[in-house]
């Protein structure tokens, strides 16, 4: 069977891929947008986190003997500890100073873990064992889909919801919304902005971390799988615009679709086309598809 | 920083500003402070290795070019070395497959960088502060994929044994006593071009906007046109640095074009000191010193560079020569 003259089991196997990528990028934007809101600065170290969880699922099926699941639930919690621990001691002081300053500290941050990361375990990447209650597939009759790739895409949508849902449907997200927007007058009312800061930073690169581990039976460990991939949820950022929650979900899995079909039809392009779009919503509406232009 | 109140006279156009005259000129100490850095590099190849002294060159006029935006303009680009690189590429592809003469292949590359600003900027413009960051460190990336498979830059392999020709068919630059000059009139003329735009009524205006842009637009002018045009003198000026750097090695790279290269210029500067004259010069030194006396001890330059990335933004965000300038209570 083919469409377009594309066979389509190749077709949907990229498309699959395509919604793979889409994940990821959903759940490292989201948790970019999240920090933004709050810190107004924009998480370099983001990519590095990302590769910490997947390192940190490693060493735990590794040293530890924990396995897949336990990872998915220690993981976000190691990786966002060692984030409230750089949100206190290093972001808390660059609150009051120019935004940019932030950014260029997140990306020293980043720097460094990447770099000793590389030292320990070379840049070559290491296996990660997929969980034995993953393995396999499902036959659909116009592919073949396998378990575990079904289970990132459905986990990370149930993530990227939950969240979107405590953002802007709960008295928690209420407080969190209502602090983006005025801070001072929010602390006023007794409630501890500044733990409030910290809490979400961690949350924001849990967020992350969660990602690696996901990404750990799929692309293989290594200290440098977050460096490209941070440049390329820039974009995705700057073409969703990171005012909206929701917009970052769709602009995440929407664009992984669009890196799916290109590598279909012109794979040379596949690298590029998230900076083309970028480079054309740029043009024609700069806020971002759900931004709005302050 | 110090900044004289100079305040630019509404006018209409914004096109012919007042000439500044005791403010804006050149000051005594900025003079002697570069006499004494243009007779260093006079006088040092013959104590250290040239080679060395010209890498230094190329990456402190790459850093000075950088800091006319993010020092002056107060815009922070991620994506410098887009420009450097492709700079690179095209003065080593027309010195070595064209037969250019290096005079001519550094001003076809310089050229070709101010292109490619041009538009890179029309883009990046469009968005401020953090967003502009984000969009070109993205646009570079597009432009590092490109020369990654791009058949005439040789990949991995980048351009090797590129000819450094004679200079006007005359002059013979293949040893480092023939090469040395150039790139040291190359670098102390960009220099002074950065000097003479900071000082500038076009500099006063970029300063005012840095400061205060809705008031700078309120005045009259047309701040994205300023921003626009600032963008493309520092990618045309990373463009001169790229396209010299490319003929004094005989190489262009991907290294060049990589984002690691951007977050260099952002450190050199910033260890120098943002917004200082003679801070990126020290800050490249610095670096570039350190990538050569650390070399040996591989990955770690990378931790290295992270740690001074936080201590500079944590503890000393004036810089070397912003923290000497501070002492003397003098802009340097």
Not at chain 1, 125 to 148: D, H, K, R, S, V
Not at chain 1, 233 to 239: G, Q, R, T
Not at chain 2, 153 to 168: N, S
Request: aromatic share 12%.
């Amino acid at each position: 069977m083919e469409i377009f003259g594309i066979p389509t089991q190749a077709l949907f196997g990229q498309l699959l891929i395509g919604l793979i990528n889409g994940s990821f990028y959903a759940l490292l934007s989201l948790g970019l947008a999240v920090i933004f809101g709050l810190l107004n600065i924009i998480n370099f170290t983001h990519g590095a986190q990302y590769m910490m969880g997947a390192f940190v699922a490693y060493l735990l099926l590794n040293k530890a003997g924990l396995g897949y699941w336990w990872a998915l639930l220690l993981a976000p919690i190691i990786v966002g500890f060692t984030g409230v621990l750089i949100e206190r001691f290093m972001l808390k002081r660059l609150y009051n100073l120019d935004h940019l300053y932030g950014l260029l500290l997140t990306f020293g941050v980043a720097l460094i873990i990447q770099g000793l990361f590389r030292n320990e375990y070379g840049a070559s990447g290491l296996p990660y064992q997929m969980p034995a209650q993953l393995t396999g597939g499902i036959n659909l009759g116009f592919m073949f889909l396998p378990n575990y790739r079904a289970w990132v895409i459905v986990a990370s949508l149930i993530v990227c919801l939950s969240t979107w849902f405590v953002i802007e449907r709960t008295k928690l997200g209420s407080y969190l919304r209502a602090a983006t927007e005025n801070p001072q007058l929010v602390q006023s009312f007794g409630i501890n902005v500044p733990r409030m800061i910290t809490l979400t930073y961690g949350f924001g690169v849990g967020l992350a971390a969660l990602a690696g581990v996901m990404a750990a039976p799929i692309y293989q460990v290594s200290p440098q799988m977050g460096a490209d991939l941070i440049i390329v949820v820039f974009a995705v950022v700057v073409i969703g615009g990171m005012g909206s929650i929701m917009g970052s979900i769709i602009t995440g899995f929407g664009l992984g679709l669009i890196e799916g079909l290109t590598k279909v039809f012109y794979p040379e392009a596949s690298n590029t086309v998230i900076f083309v779009i970028m480079a054309i919503v740029l043009l024609f509406k700069p806020a971002g598809l759900f931004g709005t232009q302050k | 920083m110090a900044h004289t109140q100079t305040s630019a006279p509404a006018d209409a156009a914004g096109a012919a500003p007042r000439q500044e005259k005791a403010s804006a000129g050149a000051s005594r100490h900025q003079l002697v402070a570069f006499l004494i850095m243009a007779a260093f590099f006079a006088v040092a190849p013959l104590v250290v290795y040239p080679v060395f002294l010209m890498k230094v060159m190329c990456f402190a006029l790459f850093a000075c070019a950088f800091n006319l935006l993010i020092g002056y303009g107060g815009l922070l680009s991620f994506g410098h070395a887009m420009f450097l690189g492709t700079a690179g590429y095209v003065a080593a592809h027309s010195a070595k497959v064209w037969g250019f003469t290096p005079e001519l292949a550094i001003l076809t590359a310089t050229a070709c960088a101010g292109v490619l600003a041009w538009v890179t900027g029309f883009l990046a413009i469009k968005r401020q502060g953090i967003y502009f960051a984000m969009i070109t460190l993205a646009l570079a990336q597009m432009i590092f994929f490109f020369y990654l498979q791009a058949p005439f830059t040789g990949g991995e392999d980048g351009i090797q044994a590129v000819p450094r020709g004679k200079l006007f068919g005359i002059f013979d630059l293949s040893s480092a006593v023939g090469m040395y000059p150039v790139v040291l009139l190359i670098f102390l003329g960009g220099f002074l071009l950065i000097w003479r735009i900071v000082n500038s009524p076009f500099g006063q205006i970029l300063k005012a906007i840095r400061e205060n842009e809705p008031r700078a637009l309120s005045l009259g002018y047309d701040t994205d046109r300023y921003k626009h045009v600032a963008y493309v003198l520092s990618g045309t000026l990373s463009g001169l640095a790229g396209g010299t750097k490319a003929l004094v090695f005989q190489l262009a790279s991907l290294t060049d074009v990589h984002w690691s290269m951007s977050g260099e210029v952002v450190l050199m500067t910033l260890v120098g000191g943002l917004g200082t004259l003679f801070g990126p010069v020290v800050g490249a030194g610095v670096i570039v010193s350190m990538q050569n006396y650390l070399a040996q001890i591989g990955a770690w330059v990378t931790v290295v560079q992270g740690v001074i990335f936080v201590i500079c933004v944590l503890a000393f965000r004036r810089g070397i020569v912003g923290e000497i300038a501070n002492i003397l209570r003098k802009p340097l």
